[in-house]
């Protein structure tokens, strides 16, 4: 939280660990890419509008790049390590092309994705916790199956109604065999008619 944006003096610090940047004004990452060591890497409230630097961190687990100006991830090569990446508030429009094995937890929170609907998430087989609030999703039946997801945040979107069935379809959540929590509050949902059965559900919120 100071008004750093050069990041050049910290190129001989690369025996890093965690590095905190968050609320400055960096839009160039270029000076990390040396900090082959860095496990966790905070950048939330920047300037930035691409993420490429990151792909070259070896034992990158955690990326934290809340409330920038990033708006595709579809050239973003995760690094091998990545475990988590929370990227909410930016202005993402594009998961197509979007894949990150090894991804336990993704936050894609405020950005509108609603053009692509899930995009490419379902090849993200090892997700545990997925968050998608006000994402401006529509259609809840294209939910990909993830096998080992656990937890679902998809609340403060507006899902449509099937014309033909009445209500909204939620077919797609049953194909989570290990889903624990399911958070769909403030999604327009005036019945839970196409509700699956969720035999694992612990926790529910609508």
């Known amino acids: 939280s100071n008004g750093i944006s050069v990041l050049t003096p910290l190129l001989n610090l690369t025996h ?3 590095l905190d940047l968050e609320q400055n004004q960096i839009n160039d990452l270029g000076p990390l890419v040396n900090m082959q060591a860095l496990e966790e890497l905070r950048l939330s409230g920047n300037q ?3 993420i490429g630097v990151a792909s070259g961190l070896p034992n990158l687990r955690r ?3 809340n409330s920038n100006n990033i708006s ?3 050239k973003f090569d995760a690094p091998p390590q990545l475990e988590e990446l929370y990227i909410e508030s930016n202005g993402i429009t594009k998961l197509k092309n979007f894949s990150a094995e090894g991804l336990q937890v993704l936050d894609l929170s405020l950005n509108n994705i609603a053009g692509t609907e899930w995009g490419n998430l379902g090849s993200v ?3 545990r916790e997925l968050y998608v609030r006000t994402t401006g999703l529509t259609v809840p039946g294209t939910i990909p199956a993830l096998p080992l997801l656990e937890i679902l945040d998809a609340s403060l979107n507006n899902f449509a109604k099937d014309p033909k069935l009445g209500y909204v379809p939620l077919t797609g959540l049953d194909r989570d065999p290990k889903l624990r929590v399911l958070v769909l509050d403030s999604c327009k949902l005036d019945s839970l008619d196409g ?3 969720l035999e694992k559900v612990e926790t529910a919120s609508f």
């Open 16 to 18: 890093l660990k965690l």
């Open 63 to 65: 990326l934290y790049l």
């Open 72 to 74: 595709q991830l579809d």
């Open 195 to 197: 509700l699956p059965v």
């Open 125 to 127: 087989s090892s997700l």
């Open 48 to 50: 930035l509008t691409t």
